[in-house]
């Protein structure tokens, strides 16, 4: 069956959307203005067009509902980007700092033939860069692997780290240099009353380092032990 066509500018509204409420927001159209950078007048036109497309419906509070139509946009432009964020980093060598913003261009014009083929190659099962399942997303964080925020684990906890927000650069930055890449593992040492947090990295030299819940809260574990 031929995937029904949709534009650019829709497949981002849609995307918006599906990764607003994977990130356990709720998705109203003044949300939406502020990820996608547009004016809400244009939201609203946008969501009246969409809605009466069929890719959604917008509640009597606001609250934005994706329809399976519109969902599987959604999740079909998600996985594209995923992808191309794989093929960026693990074949082509672009830093994983870099590589959202990359992605954001190439997933649209990907082809179902070349999805498949990236698939094929690096697994259904696997993860982009900052540690996203390429299919079901953080819903799939948290289902398989009990994922948390790092900001909701106790004192004592030996935890592995899942994701990290990947739309901020300069955040990746910093993260990579205190080695808290997906796979990486670390005990919350101490938690002082601003929510600071102090984490002894494991494995190799011993560091330590404090993380404030700006950063805390970006960044998704499973703990290993307490």
């Known amino acids: 069956m031929r995937r029904e066509t949709t534009s650019v500018s829709r497949e981002d509204y849609l995307k918006a959307i599906w990764e607003i409420v994977q990130e356990e ?15 809400p ?21 606001g609250r934005i509902h994706l329809s399976r139509k519109g969902r599987e946009v959604a999740e079909h432009l998600v996985l594209r980007h995923r992808l191309a964020e794989k ?52 819903a799939r964080l948290r289902r398989k692997k009990s994922a948390l925020r790092l900001s909701e684990a106790s004192v004592g906890d030996t935890v592995e780290i899942l994701r990290v927000y990947e739309k901020d650069p300069q955040f990746l930055d910093f993260v990579a240099g205190l080695k808290l890449r997906p796979g990486a593992r670390a005990r919350i040492q101490n938690r002082e009353y601003d929510e600071t947090m102090t984490l002894a990295i494991v ?4 560091q330590r380092t404090f993380l404030g819940k700006p950063a805390t809260s970006r960044i998704w574990v499973r703990r290993i032990s307490s």
Do not use: N
């Open 25 to 39: 927001q709720v998705p109203i159209s003044a949300r939406l203005a502020e990820e996608l950078s547009v004016t």
């Open 41 to 61: 007048p244009a939201v609203t036109a946008a969501l009246k067009r969409m809605a009466r497309d069929g890719y959604l419906r917008v509640a009597r509070d």
């Open 87 to 138: 093929l960026l980093t693990d074949v082509i060598g672009v830093d994983w700092s870099k590589v959202h913003e990359e992605a954001e261009r190439l997933e649209h014009g990907m082809s179902p033939a070349v999805v498949a083929l990236l698939l094929k190659r690096f697994g259904a099962d696997s993860a982009c860069p900052h540690g996203v399942p390429l299919k079901g997303g953080q």
């Open 203 to 206: 494995g190799g030299t011993a």
